[in-house]
Structures are given as structure tokens and as C-alpha cells.
């Protein structure tokens, strides 16, 4: 289990809505996570790449990479609801995969 955050460089982390992309490894599932430049979970636009056309998708929280070729229209996309604890819990309607982001860290659930 890991995940990898990369800012680019030219200030973008000052702005309150940008939003970057998280590469999550939980085998055999892989995700893309939106994180402000905090690292903590935001919602964003989000590009996926489906059969080389890019399909863009508004206040979404990421996507259950795995999915994305065998899932129809956003099927693939991930919900996120925030807790009353700060955590987030993230869900994939698609594979009915879902995991926690608590405290700067993905976790498994089930």
C-alpha cells in the first residue's frame, strides 16, 4: 500500500483549487486520487483516457484505474464522502472496491 503525490513546480500549490493527482497501489487495485496541495483529499477535474480519447469528468474524486477500459461511462470514477472523523472514504460503484483515506494514508476496508 503506498501512494505517490508529485507538485510541479510554478506555484500551482498556492492556489486553493488546484488539485493533483495520487498514484494509490493497493494489488491487485490501482487508483487515481485527487489531493489539494496539502495532500489531503479534494475534488477536481479529472481526465481519463479511454480507447486514446480523453473523457474529462467535473467534481470528481478519482478513478479505480483497473475499471476504466471494462466499466461504461463513468462507472469507473470514484465516490468520496467526507466523515465526521476527517476521514474520506472513497468507493468505485463499478467493482464495489472501497478503501479509507485517514491522516495522510489510504487504507483497505474489508
Given amino acids: ?13 498556492a492556489c ?19 489531493l489539494n496541495a496539502a495532500g489531503e483529499p479534494a475534488l477536481g477535474t479529472l481526465s481519463v483516457m479511454k480507447c486514446r480519447r480523453p473523457e474529462y469528468y467535473h467534481g470528481a474524486a478519482g478513478v479505480h484505474v483497473n475499471m476504466v477500459l471494462e466499466s461504461p461511462g463513468d462507472g469507473a470514477l470514484l ?4 466523515r465526521l472523523d ?3 472514504e472513497y468507493h468505485c460503484a463499478a467493482s ?3 478503501f479509507l483515506w485517514r491522516g495522510g494514508k489510504f487504507i483497505p476496508i474489508g
Fill in 1 to 13: 500500500m503506498g501512494w505517490l503525490v508529485r507538485l510541479r513546480a510554478g506555484g500551482y500549490e
Fill in 86 to 88: 476527517g476521514a474520506v
Fill in 16 to 34: 486553493a483549487d488546484s488539485t493533483f493527482m495520487a498514484r494509490v497501489s493497493m494489488p491487485p487495485d490501482e487508483f487515481g486520487v485527487l
Fill in 96 to 98: 464495489d472496491v472501497r
Fill in 79 to 82: 465516490a468520496a464522502t467526507w
